[in-house]
């Protein structure tokens, strides 16, 4: 049974401007195979065709194996839309930083900080 997506079409330009990112436990290019293909109405090949990359390699980053770089978003933005580009590179930054918190506290918990000089008044 196929479910109805009329209701999720973005049929204004406005309406396609974005206040706040995807789930971030996603990846990006989960985000770009489960909606924003579908949303334009391309496949992962005619997509992978039009901005120029190759399939196995687009399909990577779609599985979640590989970052959408900054070129495979501008890529994306040419086709789609500049805020495409946008979202997509703020996407992945915040992602990347949420992957990586745990392994940041783990250096935190083994390095002794250490605290600025205090230089006198003068």
């Known amino acids: 049974m196929e479910r109805d997506k009329s209701a999720y079409k973005i049929e204004v330009a406005a309406d396609m401007i974005v206040d706040a990112l995807p789930p971030i436990e996603q990846h990006p290019g989960h985000f ?58 703020a996407y992945q ?13 783990g250096f935190k918990a083994k390095i002794e900080r250490v605290q600025p000089l205090q230089t006198p008044a003068g």
């Open 32 to 89: 770009i195979r489960n909606t924003l293909l579908p949303e334009y109405g391309l496949s992962v090949s005619e997509a992978a065709r039009r901005i120029g990359v190759d399939r196995a390699g687009f399909t990577g980053v779609l599985d979640g194996k590989y970052a959408v770089s900054r070129d495979l978003a501008y890529k994306l933005g040419a086709l789609m839309n500049d805020q495409v580009a946008d979202l997509l590179i």
């Open 93 to 105: 930054h915040t992602y990347d930083l949420a992957q990586e918190r745990e392994r940041r506290e």
